[in-house]
């Protein structure tokens, strides 16, 4: 008999990075950052100013769409916009607010990483960050 689809591995995985996610957004969404605000927010780094086409190609969303969440994001003085030079593009950055908030989230990133990889010693470690490392690669083909 055929393994059943909600026992097999790629459900697993999928299930995990699932609940993953949802562990992270958890404390964004009780501050009004949708999920993927957290993309932006990460890709900004100290006082650094990125580009909107740095930015795109950073978090994967289309101009459009990264708009829309800057505007967001400035309403909630998590980041600013900058406009310079003849052709007036746009750079941002984050906000002191947005800074800490960021810590934050890399804080909470580390510590959810602890928590899950806590009964592992190195060696799994490392057979567990290739093999999905491969993963990944297998699937953007």
Not at 5 to 12: G, K
Not at 44 to 59: E, I, M, N, P
Not at 99 to 119: P, S, T
Not at 120 to 127: C, M, P, V
Request: hydrophobic fraction near 40%.
């Amino acid at each position: 008999m055929a393994k059943k689809v909600n026992s097999s591995t790629l459900y697993y995985l999928i299930e995990a990075g699932q609940l993953a996610r949802f562990t992270l957004q958890r404390p964004l969404q009780e501050m009004g950052i949708y999920s993927g605000d957290d993309a932006i927010i990460l890709a900004l780094k100290g006082k650094k100013h990125l580009s909107d086409k740095q930015l795109c190609a950073r978090t994967g969303l289309t101009a459009h769409t990264l708009q829309l969440r800057i505007n967001r994001l400035i309403s909630l003085s998590l980041i600013n916009r900058n406009f310079s030079g003849s052709d007036n593009l746009a750079d941002t950055n984050l906000t002191k607010k947005g800074r800490k908030l960021r810590k934050n989230l890399v804080a909470q990133w580390h510590q959810l990483q602890e928590a899950l990889m806590d009964d592992l010693n190195a060696e799994e470690k490392k057979i567990l960050r290739k093999t999905l490392k491969r993963f990944s690669n297998l699937l953007l083909l």
